[in-house]
């Protein structure tokens, strides 16, 4: 009797988004800002996490979410958390678009300045910003007290 196990693949989707190249162990900060808990999942979700990368030559995470689209602002806080991904919108099965996220020079309203001093968390209406000072992994300055954010996916707005 055999009782080797056989090799399981994530499955595809039939619409959806597919965020691939996620930095390996990232994927639950990924999941947070889809804003995904157990109380509102109503489509189908396939994690792999440290799945082997033949692009990188080692391992990487993947998430694939039926039935969504990504707007603007949270592929923005994923390029934050993830600046190589790409994302793949699907549709009937076929890659209908594919994209490279793009972490912009200067970011806005995306994340919270972790200074508690800072005139963005003293009730101010001032809206965060921040200036990248380095991209893989992202660094970001404080625009308003030049606090460099060390753990940008506590910080997300």
């Not at 508690?116 to 209406?125: K, M, V």
């Amino acid at each position: 009797m055999d009782n080797k196990i056989a090799e399981t693949k994530i499955p595809p989707i039939r619409n959806g988004t597919v965020i691939d190249h996620i930095a390996n162990g990232q994927s639950l900060n990924v999941l947070k800002i889809l804003g995904v808990n157990e109380h509102n999942i109503d489509s189908v979700i396939s994690i792999g996490m440290h799945v082997r990368s033949n692009k990188i030559k080692g391992w990487k995470d993947v998430i694939k979410v039926e039935d969504r689209e990504l707007d603007p602002t949270t592929v923005g806080k994923i390029a934050l958390i993830a600046p190589d991904a790409t994302i793949s919108i699907i549709r009937d099965f076929y890659v209908a678009d594919k994209f490279r996220v793009k972490l912009d020079d200067h970011i806005i309203g995306l994340a919270k300045c972790s200074n508690p001093n800072c005139i963005t968390n003293r009730g101010e209406p001032v809206t965060p910003e921040f200036a990248v000072e380095e991209r893989n992994p992202p660094k970001l300055r404080c625009a308003y007290c030049d606090r460099i954010l060390t753990n940008i996916s506590d910080n997300l707005l």
